[in-house]
């Protein structure tokens, strides 16, 4: 009995392990999204773009990963709600990740004309993001509640500044009509990072139904 746990605690580290790598590729690729954008970077957008299979083939091997754990450890009750969670937390990092590379394809789209208005409130929704990414995967790994309840904190701040953006592009469009298509381009943007904040939160509740039992709804 303690030699097969053992061995399911090696396959549980190797499928953490797997997470917290893919978490960090996302983050990467949410920054490095932003700054193609704000810099007009095309060839960063590119990478983005090129890059996003490295991300789904990551999900790939969380499954398998997963999937062989359950079909040799044959776990349960909390053990099996670990594995479940992880493909969850998998398909949410996948989804971000897309969400980055429509972010670096608003780059490809308006490099031309450049950029109406200085990005500000952009790039610090992504710096949240990236935080809520990485602190979600540590609340998994950690198995920290609090921590995954911070989630639903910084999506309000996300929320906020989406709807601070919201504002000033409409307010721009009214005023410079010309420049339309880009401020939507731009309001999109800001809806893909309020999205990726959203999965993030996700995470966050799948931890407190880890540890608790229940699912809170953290995105109200």
């Not at 998998?90 to 208005?117: H, P, S």
């Not at 309000?156 to 953006?165: G, R, T």
């Amino acid at each position: 009995m303690m030699m097969k746990r053992a061995q399911f605690d090696a396959y549980l580290d190797e499928l953490r392990q797997a997470l917290i790598t893919m978490g960090k590729r996302v983050e990467e690729a949410i920054q490095n999204s932003v700054i193609s954008l704000k810099e007009m970077k095309v060839e960063l957008a590119d990478s983005v773009i090129r890059n996003d299979r490295y991300i789904n083939e990551m999900e790939e091997m969380i499954e398998d990963i997963g999937a062989r754990i359950i079909a040799t450890q044959q776990p349960v009750a909390k053990d099996l709600r670990r594995i479940i969670i992880a493909f969850r937390m998998a398909n949410d990092l996948e989804r971000m990740a897309d969400l980055a590379v429509d972010i670096a394809k608003v780059t490809m789209r308006i490099e031309q004309e450049g950029l109406i208005k200085p990005l500000v409130d952009i790039p610090r929704m992504a710096e949240i993001v990236q935080i809520m990414t990485n602190d979600s995967i540590q609340s998994y790994i950690q198995e920290d509640v609090n921590l995954a309840y911070k989630m639903a904190q910084m999506d309000d701040e996300v929320d906020l500044l989406h709807s601070q953006i919201l504002r000033e592009l409409f307010t721009y469009i009214m005023e410079t009509p010309k420049h339309v298509n880009q401020a939507l381009q731009l309001c999109f943007v800001s809806r893909y990072l309020e999205r990726m904040a959203d999965h993030a939160t996700n995470i966050g509740e799948s931890v407190v139904y880890l540890v608790q039992g229940k699912r809170p709804d953290l995105n109200t």
